[in-house]
């Protein structure tokens, strides 16, 4: 996959972040709900889940109620998830 650069002025001064998206199925062999539960993530912070063919071209922001929060838990447990990779790894 390649690098997306991004610039950002946090106060006043700008920087450079390399972020560099990887598929987690080449590491971690599970769904993202089973890593939250082996890695014992609170359950208020697990992945939820989401019929996706219910929401299409024609009804999607009818329907943001539902999946703006499932989105939102999907990367704050994917972030919890690395973080404690990343701890125990260290």
Not at 48 to 76: C, F, G, Q
């Amino acid at each position: 996959m390649k690098k997306k650069k991004m610039t950002n002025e946090p106060t006043g001064g700008k920087f450079l972040q390399t972020i560099t998206l990887r598929c987690s199925f080449n590491h971690i062999k599970c769904s993202l709900g089973k890593l939250c539960e082996s890695y014992q993530i609170p359950s208020n912070l697990w992945k939820t889940s989401l019929e996706h063919d219910r929401i299409n071209a024609d009804n999607y922001m009818k329907l943001s109620h539902e999946w703006k929060p499932y989105l939102k838990l999907d990367v704050i447990s994917l972030a919890c998830c690395i973080t404690k990779y990343n701890i125990v790894m260290m």
